[in-house]
């Protein structure tokens, strides 16, 4: 199976991510995260990449949908996997649809984690994030036990650069010019919209039950 988790920074997809990765036991690939990785160890990639993340913008399609396919290509990609923040523009979509065709893997299920503006600016203005096991939290709904570290791990919860006033403001924009027509791309069946306003676990529950009406045909090709 292939999942598309889909909506605007800030919905609670990397959140989700984990949750429905663990659950159907496939590989959760965030480009936002492997940008991060190439962006600390500073590759080539990374560098460029580096001061469009910073400044809200969105990484050039050919520079991402290389970097996407390095990912998938390994082996535990081999029974299906979820995309985070994949794709952002329609020539991304495109792209990938290409790449499951040729692989003969079947078209992606898109769940679309529908969020309202302000609740967007809100939740982004207020997450923080572990560096090093990456789990996500929120100030204000899904505190950390002892304030400023990880349940986990201990580790100090960091602020991403690019969650403060003006870049969430860049950041949602590039969403609606680039980023919103990819759902039009997709219109039809193989969408599953979400209110993403519930408690996490609300919104996991409701992802499940999508995907469990409305069980996807595999290919026997299918890998
Ligand atoms: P995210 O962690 O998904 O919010 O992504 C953080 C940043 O990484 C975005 O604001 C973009 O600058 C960049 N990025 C992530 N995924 C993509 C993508 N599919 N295409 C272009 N840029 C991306």
């Not at 292939?2 to 036991?25: D, E, I, N």
């Not at 029974?79 to 692989?103: E, I, M, N």
Request: a neutral charge; glycine letters at 10%.
């Amino acid at each position: 199976m292939v999942l598309l988790l889909f909506g605007p920074p800030g919905c609670g997809k990397g959140t989700q991510a984990r949750m429905v990765s663990s659950w159907l036991g496939i590989p959760a690939i965030s480009t936002g995260d492997l940008l991060r990785a190439e962006v600390e160890a500073r590759t080539a990639l990374g560098i460029t990449a580096a001061e469009i993340m910073e400044t809200g913008g969105l990484v050039g399609d050919g520079l991402v949908n290389a970097m996407l396919i390095r990912r998938v290509e390994h082996s535990d990609c081999a029974r299906g996997f979820l995309l985070d923040g994949f794709p952002r523009t329609v020539a991304q979509a495109g792209f990938l649809d290409g790449y499951l065709a040729s692989r003969q893997l079947p078209p992606g299920r898109i769940i679309y984690l529908d969020v309202e503006r302000q609740t967007l600016v809100d939740r982004m203005s207020a997450r923080r994030q572990c560096p090093v096991c990456g789990k996500i939290y929120n100030l204000l709904h899904q505190p950390p036990r002892a304030k400023g570290v990880c349940d986990n791990d201990g580790t100090v919860l960091i602020r991403r650069k690019d969650d403060h006033q003006s870049i969430i403001r860049q950041r949602l924009k590039e969403y609606d010019e680039l980023t919103g027509p990819v759902l039009d791309h997709y219109r039809g069946p193989r969408v599953h919209s979400v209110d993403g306003d519930q408690p996490a676990e609300r919104v996991f529950e409701d992802i499940a039950g999508a995907i469990q009406w409305a069980p996807e045909r595999e290919p026997s090709s299918a890998a």
